[in-house]
């Protein structure tokens, strides 16, 4: 057997041979038989090309290379009852880091009193908040729990539909005041309109339902979703905005409701290895119900 792969069990074999003087004695103490315990300390014996005991009449004697041996023995058993303490703990333990992913929106808009909650109720959390519009990979623990406005397909994932968000035209009535009001979605050529300078996936099905949404129709093209807001609340245009934060804005104006409506669906994401650890349960759990009262059922 080679020596780099020695399996450790061999050494904590051993080092209950040593400590309990016998195959027999060892064997009780594991809860092993007889026979196991003597092909394991044959075998470690063979990888290390050494001697770990003399047998005789009156039983084993450890040698040289044993008691040489022992103390690293002893190490790996405090280190091995170390990991078994702490797995279960880490695991039950409401602590550690959590990476979240959500649109640069809904994370900027709607995660930080959710998270300043999350933080109240869980002191021992640190989140780590990855602001994106492009959905982070979760097989490849790019994040640990994602909020994301389409249905995983993965089945690894586990996934939890939350609700959904509508999205809406509006304006500023700063903006309605020195440029009137459109009517129609024809009137729209007629305004500064706000939107995206790259067609993301997401958007595709939205062109192809309305295709006054061109670039070159726009005024402002920036990417930013949360620098298009902003330019919506600072009177520049009209733009596309998440019902459900308008609402919060009295001065922001639902525009042409009929003509112009999208729904996403609302799902939180997470990979089913990790819904066995306390803290990303506690996560996905919190987020889950406090997005449902936001967003809607």
Known sequence: ??????????????????????????????????????????????????????????????????????????????????????????????????????????????????LADLKYAHPGLKIELVLSDQNQDLLNRDADIAIRMAQPTQD????????????????????????????TVADLTQHSLIGFDTILPYMRPILAQFPFLQRESFSLRVDNSVAQLAAIRAGFGIGICQDHLARREQALVHLLPEAFAVEFPVWLVMHEDLKRMARYRAVFEFVAGRLGEMVGK
């Open 1 to 114: 057997m080679d020596k780099h792969h020695v399996n450790w069990e061999h050494y904590r074999v051993v080092l209950a041979v040593l400590e309990e003087g016998s195959l027999s004695a060892a064997a009780r103490a594991l809860g092993l038989t007889q026979p196991t315990v003597g092909r394991q300390v044959e075998a470690l014996e063979r990888a290390l090309g050494v001697t770990l005991f003399t047998r005789s009449q009156t039983g084993l004697t450890p040698t040289v290379s044993a008691l040489a041996l022992k103390p690293f023995a002893e190490n790996l058993k405090m280190t091995a009852a170390a990991l078994e303490r702490t797995i279960p703990a880490e695991a039950n333990d409401v602590r550690g880091t959590v990476r979240l992913t959500a649109s640069e929106v809904v994370g900027t808009e709607i995660l930080p009193p959710i």
């Open 156 to 183: 690894v994932l586990v996934a939890k539909r939350i609700g959904n968000v509508t999205l809406g035209l509006y304006a500023h009535q700063r903006y309605l005041q020195q440029q009137g009001t459109p009517q």
